[in-house]
């Protein structure tokens, strides 16, 4: 009696569950991702210490002085001293950066003199010097150094886990080819079967990383007591991991297809070069265009793009409650003609050894 073959569905979780089961044995691999999350870890309680920190400016007053820094408690550390000689020796002992004493000076329009040792603190000075009233058209937005991080790091984990998995794809089926061992698998199961499970595989390795440094940075953050951080971040770190795995999919059904048209590893940057362009590309961009509402408007909107720029986007709360629908839409049918053309290739170059296939060749019927 011989065994029925195993349908498609189990022979895609069959090549799932190997592809998932050699890297969990890899120690490379696990090795680089506990590196990752650490990397991560340090970076969300480094930020947290850093926003923590107290950079108030050390001052001493006297009681004649004191008003003249009650506008700026934030700012200051105020120290009160009972005259201005007990100021000066604060100052003298290093206990504060400079005091706020009585001027003697006539026609002084400041009424105090700053006292410092060597310098006097240039912010200090900044605070307490007479500026114009300012009227500012635009009262929101996010401060620039927290709208780079925070588009940095969308953009480098998309980068990171994209490259990452999509070239552990790409020398996977090259090693199958050159080693023969693609022609018993696909004796015994669909070549699309392979394809989806390869494809499969890798999206739930790299979906478990992101969820992964997503936990990292709750608890991160909750421990670091920046919650107003955390609460922006929510929604954003939602929809990137939706954007991910469908971009990721896209992403991986070419890697694959590339990698299937050459049948040696040192073949394989001829076919996915143009594919590691279009990883680095969203975050080359979203470095240098962070703040440029045109650039990352058509980055939301790209799909090769979107997973980084519409997250960013939606952080910044610049874009509307249905640009996200829209992208996702675009996305998901950019990712459905991407598994058809790269089916096609995968399953027209797969057999085929010696040199390159040819594009127009691995596309025809």
């Known amino acids: 009696m011989t065994a029925s073959a195993p349908s498609f569905a189990q022979s895609v979780w069959l090549v799932t569950e190997r592809e998932i089961g050699s890297k969990l044995r890899s120690k490379a691999f696990l090795i680089s991702t506990g590196i990752l999350f650490v990397i991560a870890l340090a970076s969300v309680v480094w930020g947290g210490i850093s926003a923590g920190a107290d950079n108030r400016i050390p001052v001493a007053v006297t ?3 004191s008003s003249a820094v009650a506008p700026y408690a934030d700012a200051l550390e105020v120290t009160e001293a009972t005259d201005a000689d007990t100021a000066r020796d604060l100052v003298r002992a290093g206990d504060v950066d400079a005091a706020l004493v009585p001027s003697d000076a006539a026609g002084d329009t400041f009424g105090f003199t700053v006292v410092a040792d060597e310098a006097p603190p240039s912010g200090l000075l900044q605070l307490l010097s007479i500026t114009p009233t300012v009227e500012l058209l635009d009262t929101g937005g996010v401060d620039w150094a927290l709208r780079y991080f925070v ?68 608890v991160g953050l909750t421990v670091t007591d920046q919650g107003a951080l955390l609460t922006g971040l929510g929604a954003p770190l939602v929809w990137f ?31 996915t070069t143009p594919l590691t362009f279009l990883v680095m590309a969203p975050y080359f961009l979203v470095i240098f265009f962070n703040d ?54 995968y399953e027209n170059s797969l057999l085929r050894m010696g040199a390159r296939v040819k594009l127009a060749e691995a596309l025809k019927a």
């Open 292 to 345: 440029n509402p045109v650039v990352m408007t058509v980055m939301s909107y790209v799909p090769f793009s979107a997973p980084v720029g519409m997250p960013v986007r939606i952080f910044l709360g610049e874009a509307q409650w249905w640009e996200p629908l829209v992208s996702l839409a675009i996305l998901l049918a950019t990712c459905a003609a991407a598994i058809a053309v790269g089916a096609k290739i």
């Open 151 to 218: 588009a940095l790091g969308f953009g480098l984990i998309f980068f990171m886990a994209a490259l990452t998995f999509g070239s552990t794809i790409a020398q996977s089926v090259v090693e199958e080819k050159q080693t023969r061992v693609v022609e018993l698998l696909i004796s015994a199961i669909p070549t699309r079967a392979l394809l989806a499970g390869k494809v499969l595989g890798n999206t739930v390795l790299a979906m478990g990383q992101i969820i992964g440094l997503a936990a990292i940075a709750i």
């Open 241 to 271: 991991a939706v954007f991910f795995l469908f971009g990721f999919i896209l992403l991986a059904s070419l890697f694959a297809a590339a990698a299937a048209m050459v049948s040696r590893q040192e073949d394989i940057g001829s076919t």
């Open 63 to 65: 009681p004649q002085t």
